[in-house]
């Protein structure tokens, strides 16, 4: 047997193994191969991006699963690929030559799309090899990029099938707009900076003295946009402005008189002053109301976020910079009537960070309700099922309350929307622009500047990867796929819009499972981030402690439908386990001397017992990944190779290894146990440890290939005998309460104890195994009716056996060390009793930290009970 280093290389291995699997095209999928598909597309990280948690936990997870299944017997397919983010992308090249002193706009289009492309094919590919880095078993050799030729013909496809059936169309319509990037936004790519501290404004319009003069008051939170109002809606139920309806205000800064008009739908007549100034072009409720009454719709901005000529004397200011101006000239007019405190929603761009502008345009859209009921009906009719289950809801939320998409993007990176224009204005939809000039009869058409939202483009990438729209064969192979692993962040970015394109364009849906994991959170709850300094990175802890160790944290902490609260901690545990799982390695091949695999075989009760404990967990591990409980899998793996392998069956194993006496059968077959086991748990692991299972796997005798594409355990493969497992569930019990006797009492283990039994059936069945008893527990097995009277109880199955004390302990320095021991422990409980009958901290804090302190008060209050009880023994003799 070869000799295994003292400790396992977690670098050296992950680099060997990752050109060995490379090498030998393990990952790569083929399309003829007969067995059954299970299909996987990567959630394309953008080209820009770099590993951060999220995508470590996200990828992680899709690895555990694809692993899983390739061992399971599938044809397996783990596409993988970056997305090519058009604002993020477009903004890192233009900062870039911004540092250089180059205004992107002076290089022209043409110019500055190469610098994109030279720029991605230099830097792009930094988030892949970090991937690798990680571990994960795509299929490299079809990593697709969103801007690859073959796809931009299939968004051209998408833009051009949707416009021929009506579903796309160009239109004014209020958007989002970015002023710093100014580019449209659709509304997800809107963040809601909320609680921030404002004013509400108040100020009065003139009322027309041939209308009776007088004012009405408004408020508003956006004082320059009053110079784009083309109406003040009341109440039509409300008395104190019923006779005004229909009457004009004069607007104190343009030449513009404003309607007074009655919306029911707009004004509460019990807010404020029951007024509410219109501003159709700027606000997506004065928007309707503009359509409902056929107001004017006047934007006052231009792209850059200044006042346009409609702002009159304003015109030219920056729009903040008009916000105080507007408030200190209407002062001066004697129309200011106060502010007061107000709490406010600000939109910013989720890229840019600038505050977005509400802003009527010419945009492109889709129309979302037609394509949405397909896709919610897939959802309820069972096609495609959320894990968990609590997020179909937000999914039906959102599609019940869906509007049109815009779809236009202000960028020069992207897909560019295949429209082109006549001098005319005549717009020609088409695939190609030859095909638009046939359309329109003269070749002087000019394409559309805008590029298409890069969602776009995402919501094909299930099936645009396979080769859609041509029917090609992996499309047949592999698409539906089977499971696509996401945040819920991005259920409405991307979930629900691959499902409407996929359902919309292949009948089928794009995925039949759908797992949706939490966020990474710090070990206190908080969003990580930058500006807090709590940013954890993936790869500095790969570093550290290993992929495999890190990778197996996260898979731990990954239960269903709860945060993942990131301990640092817990990768140095999960690290010591890889240790421990490296030194039961080397105890097997340390007692390996004459194995012979093939040679004659005696099993003990031992050797049954762990085969038959390997098939339940063999079995509780495969129901939790087949149930996406990821944690559990961990938890089961980990308390197997811990719990049952290491601390039971090689302590066990070791009364027939060191026994002189013992055949050279009994010992082959204890030898046999242990590297067979071993190459269970190897198996098991392997999908969320790969490297450190594949290094166990190449040294195991009796492996073949590699441990990657070995048959992932089946419970079935390993019998169990009831009885073995009773007998021997009696002497773990036994051991266990000798165990816990020396423990409470302070006994060393070398100290020799002798166990007293008087029930003959547990005597019988534990003599069966007394060299197991004097092994792990350090106790002499005798039979005896009658205890003396100074003696420990422990309990097996209800019946007492007894540990007698004279001579063993020093019992009034025992009483002494109880006694001192139990203070410390009353105050534990108290303090913890203390926290958590504090009913605004148990309200207040993250639920985690008041598990954790209920855990501790528990672990603390059963000390204490130890300890009285023992002091209770030894103070009464019994």
Not at 256 to 279: H, M, Q, S, Y
Not at 632 to 654: H, P, R, T
Not at 735 to 751: F, H, L, N, P
Request: hydrophobic share 40%; with cysteine.
């Amino acid at each position: 047997m070869a000799e295994l280093p003292k400790e396992y290389d977690a670098k050296s291995a992950a680099s060997k193994w990752s050109q060995a699997w490379k090498s030998a095209g393990v990952y790569t999928a083929d399309v003829n191969d007969e067995r059954p598909a299970f299909s996987v597309v990567i959630p394309p990280p953008n080209v820009t991006g770099s590993l951060h948690m999220g995508h470590a936990l996200n990828n992680t997870l899709q690895d555990v699963l694809v692993r899983y299944k390739r061992m399971d017997g599938f044809n397996t397919l783990w596409v993988p690929g970056t997305d090519h983010a058009g604002i993020a992308t477009q903004w890192v090249v233009r900062r870039q030559l911004e540092a250089q002193g180059i205004d992107f706009r002076d290089l022209g289009r043409e110019a500055f799309v190469e610098k994109v492309w030279t720029w991605k094919e230099e830097a792009g590919g930094t988030i892949v090899n970090q991937l690798k880095q990680l571990g994960v078993s795509c299929d490299w050799s079809r990593e697709r990029f969103t801007l690859d030729p073959d796809l931009h013909q299939a968004v051209t496809e998408h833009f051009v099938r949707l416009y021929e059936e009506g579903l796309i169309y160009r239109g004014q319509r209020l958007i989002n707009w970015d002023p710093l990037d100014q580019t449209a936004l659709s509304d997800l790519e809107v963040e809601q900076d909320e609680g921030v501290k404002g004013e509400l404004w108040s100020f009065a319009y003139p009322i027309r003295e041939e209308d009776g003069g007088g004012e009405i008051v408004v408020a508003t939170t956006r004082p320059e946009t009053m110079l784009g109002d083309t109406a003040v809606a009341v109440h039509p139920d409300d008395p104190r402005y019923q006779h005004l309806i229909g009457k004009t205000l004069k607007h104190p800064f343009v030449d513009r008189e404003i309607p007074i008009i009655a919306d029911a739908i707009l004004v509460d007549p019990e807010f404020g002053t029951g007024c509410v100034k219109v501003t159709p072009a700027h606000d997506p409720n004065d928007f309707e109301v503009g359509k409902r009454h056929s107001l004017p719709m006047i934007n006052i901005l231009t792209l850059d976020g200044k006042l346009n000529a409609e702002g009159g004397r304003f015109e030219g200011m920056d729009r903040f910079d008009a916000r105080k101006a507007v408030k200190e000239a209407i002062a001066e007019l004697g129309l200011d009537r106060g502010a007061k405190e107000h709490v406010l929603n600000i939109p910013r761009s989720q890229r840019s960070g600038a505050i977005v502008e509400p802003m009527l345009s010419t945009q492109w859209f889709v129309r979302m309700k037609p394509l949405a009921g397909p896709a919610r009906s897939a959802v309820e009719l069972g096609f495609t099922r959320f894990v968990p289950t609590q997020w179909e809801n937000t999914y039906y939320a959102w599609l019940r309350d869906i509007r049109d998409w815009c779809i236009s993007r202000q960028l020069w990176w992207g897909h560019r929307i295949p429209a082109w224009y006549a001098p005319d204005g005549s717009v020609y939809v088409a695939r190609t622009f030859e095909a638009a000039c046939e359309k329109a009869g003269r070749d002087d058409l000019v394409q559309d500047p805008d590029v298409l939202d890069t969602w776009f483009s995402s919501a094909l990438w299930p099936f645009s990867v396979f080769g859609w729209p041509a029917k090609t064969e992996d499309l047949a192979k592999y698409y539906p796929t089977s499971v696509l692993v996401t945040g819920f962040d991005i259920i409405f970015f991307w979930v629900a819009r691959m499902m409407f394109a996929g359902i919309h364009f292949t009948g089928n849906v794009p995925f039949s499972d759908v797992y949706i994991h939490a966020l990474v959170r710090d070990q206190h709850g908080e969003k990580m981030s930058k500006t807090k300094g709590n940013v954890v990175d993936p790869l500095t802890v790969i570093d550290e402690w290993g992929a495999d160790a890190f990778r197996f944290t996260l898979v731990a902490f990954a239960a269903q439908g709860r945060d993942v609260l990131w301990d640092p901690a817990r990768v140095e545990g999960y690290s010591k386990f890889t240790n421990k799982i490296w030194n039961a390695l080397k105890f097997a091949f340390m007692n390996a001397e004459g194995y012979d695999p093939n040679g004659p075989m005696e099993d003990g009760p031992y050797e049954l017992w762990i085969r038959a404990r390997t098939g339940a967990a063999v079995q509780r591990v495969r129901d939790a990944i087949d149930g996406y409980r990821f944690n559990e899998a961990a938890s089961e793996i980990y308390n197997f190779v811990w719990g049952e392998y290491c601390d039971w069956y090689i302590e066990l194993s070791k009364t027939a290894l060191y026994d002189d006496n013992a055949s050279r059968a009994r010992k082959n077959a204890v030898q046999h146990a242990l590297f067979s086991t071993m190459g269970a748990i190897v198996r098991l692991l392997h999908p969320i440890m790969p490297f450190l299972t594949e290094e166990i796997w190449s040294l195991l005798p009796g492996t073949e290939g590699f441990v990657a594409t070995a048959p992932y355990p089946k419970a079935a493969d390993y019998p169990v005998e009831a009885a073995v497992l009773t007998d021997v569930a009696r002497l773990q019990q036994t051991i266990t309460e000798v165990r816990r006797i020396r423990g409470e009492m302070g006994i060393a283990r070398k100290v020799p104890l002798t166990l007293l039994v008087s029930d003959d059936g547990l005597y019988s069945s534990l003599y069966r195994h007394a060299a197991a008893l004097r092994e792990l527990a350090g106790a002499q097995l005798e039979q005896s009716a009658d205890f003396p009277k100074l003696v420990a109880i422990a309990v097996v199955e209800s019946k007492e056996c007894a540990i007698p004390l004279e001579g063993v302990v020093d019992i009034a320095a025992e009483i002494a060390r109880l006694e001192k021991t139990l203070v410390k422990v009353e105050k534990d409980v108290e303090q913890l009793d203390k926290r958590l009958s504090n009913k605004a901290f148990v309200e207040r804090a993250n639920p985690e930290i008041v598990a954790d302190i209920r855990a501790k008060r528990d672990a603390a209050t059963a000390k204490l009970n130890s300890l009285q009880a023992s002091l209770k023994r030894l103070k009464g003799g019994t």
